[in-house]
């Protein structure tokens, strides 16, 4: 059957699904975006549901009724909840990793494992469920040494501990459940990597993938990169950073191995993998993967696609071969994460959002914290709106962002000047 008039649902409520519902409703190929649950400027731009990212038998139903030909699962907890398995047991096309393949992000212990098992770069590690043998562990271990719960905690459950009382206590209040719930009752004890971090996102087949843009985020809440770390607060890509030759590098060492791997543990591994990098004096080394397109860097990432976006989610999500390549505009993109300020920890909601009419051409805002009151949007979360530039090279890019982060306003408006800091460095 030909790909025509497509129904795409987007399942999430952040910026990474408002970006994806944009490049979605750009596809020739599709007649009608819907979304569930979305945020305020979602809602305004596409039909949107209630239903929220945990209800995988309300989002079945939804696809069902709705005669659904594409269901695009954005964040990690459904995928980890088997949404994708219960989409295709009904039939429905829904792109993104069953939930075995969902366990990369959703255990970091398995991951340590699996990289461990396939001989892929990364930091040395111990996993325990037993508080004893983890402080054993940690008395062998050098400062800083780094902490993580297992599970998902939304980005927070990795502690870099400067000395031992820090490390150790981090570790007692993980395995008690004190700190992540369930999610700490397994830690990671990891080796403390230096050097820049990237992240590489592939759009995987089982068999065969495609590897987009090589970004950077600023995990950090501060200017210079200092303070609490956050989901990020803002990316660019592409990044000089990673050439060509060292991208290919990176596929032959941590891509085709993992992929293999993941064949040998009887994963077919459909959607995106999201490689976490850092580039060592000793070369590259994993430092997580995510099973969905990271938060903000599809903000970046997908704006510079050339090709139909839908076309490739289809083939994915079906298992076929992926294209043996895919072009790219030769333009740059900047996200500036627009936040209340407060965030990662407490912050204001409720505040209402003025927002430009005509943005320049090659600048837009992307909704993630947002909600619609009456007719006005108003800030519901930490991160709010995301305001991107694309332009011929990085710095018209983050002229555009930035001038419309200054045409934006709500009371607590929190953002960092410094976006793309290291790229303008090195140039
Ligand atoms: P993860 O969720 O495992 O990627 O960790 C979140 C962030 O913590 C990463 O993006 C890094 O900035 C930092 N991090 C994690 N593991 C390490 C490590 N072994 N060494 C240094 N920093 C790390
Ligand atoms: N920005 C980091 C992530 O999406 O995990």
């Not at 501990?161 to 820090?166: A, G, L, N, V």
């Not at 395995?175 to 050097?195: A, H, N, R, T, Y």
């Not at 992240?199 to 600023?218: N, R, T, W």
Request: with cysteine; net charge negative; proline share 5%.
């Amino acid at each position: 059957m030909k790909d025509e008039n497509l129904k795409v649902l987007v399942v999430g409520s952040g910026g990474r699904e408002h970006t994806i519902a944009k490049e979605c409703a750009k596809s020739p190929l599709v007649n009608q975006v819907l979304v569930t649950p979305g945020n305020g400027g979602i809602s305004r731009e596409f039909k949107s549901f209630t239903l929220g990212v945990e209800d995988n038998a309300g989002i079945v139903n939804l696809a069902q009724d709705q005669n659904v030909d594409l269901v695009v699962v954005g964040p990690e907890i459904p995928l980890c909840n088997g949404l994708v398995d219960d989409l295709q047991k009904v039939g429905i096309l829904a792109y993104g990793p069953d939930e075995k393949g969902a366990k990369l992000e959703g255990s970091k212990a398995y991951t340590k494992d699996f990289l461990s098992k396939y001989n892929i770069p990364t930091a040395s590690y111990g996993n325990f469920s037993d508080l004893s043998n983890a402080l054993d562990y940690l008395e062998t271990c050098q400062l800083p040494v780094v902490v993580k719960a297992s599970g998902l905690a939304a980005g927070k459950g990795v502690l870099i501990c400067e000395s031992m009382e820090e490390a150790k206590t981090a570790v007692g209040e993980m395995l008690s459940g004190d700190s992540f719930g369930d999610s700490g009752k397994e830690v990671v004890i990891e080796e403390f990597l230096s050097g820049e971090e990237t992240s590489l996102h592939l759009i995987c087949s089982g068999e065969s993938y495609l590897a987009l843009p090589m970004s950077q985020d600023h995990k950090k809440v501060g200017e210079g990169d200092t303070g609490l770390n956050t989901g990020g607060m803002g990316a660019y890509a592409p990044t000089s950073l990673v050439t060509p030759v060292m991208l290919r590098q990176y596929e032959e060492k941590i891509v085709k191995p993992t992929l293999a791997g993941l064949r040998s543990e009887g994963v077919n591994f459909r959607g995106t993998l999201y490689i976490g990098l850092m580039l060592t004096t000793n070369g590259p080394k994993v430092l997580e993967f995510n099973v969905r397109f990271g938060d903000p860097e599809t903000q970046v990432i997908l704006p510079l696609l050339e090709d139909d976006l839908v076309i490739l989610l289809l083939k994915s999500a079906r298992g076929e071969k992926m294209p043996d390549s895919i072009t790219f505009k030769n333009e740059s993109a900047m996200v500036v994460v627009l936040a209340s300020k407060g965030y990662p920890e407490s912050y204001p909601k409720g505040e209402p959002v003025t927002e430009p009419k005509n943005p320049v051409d090659g600048s837009f805002l992307i909704h993630a914290g947002t909600k619609e009151q009456q007719g006005q949007i108003v800030t519901s979360g930490g991160r709010v709106l995301g305001a991107v530039g694309v332009g011929k090279n990085l710095e018209e890019a983050k002229q555009k962002a930035y001038k419309l982060v200054k045409e934006v306003n709500f009371e607590s408006k929190y953002y960092r000047a410094d976006i793309g800091h290291r790229e303008f460095s090195r140039s």
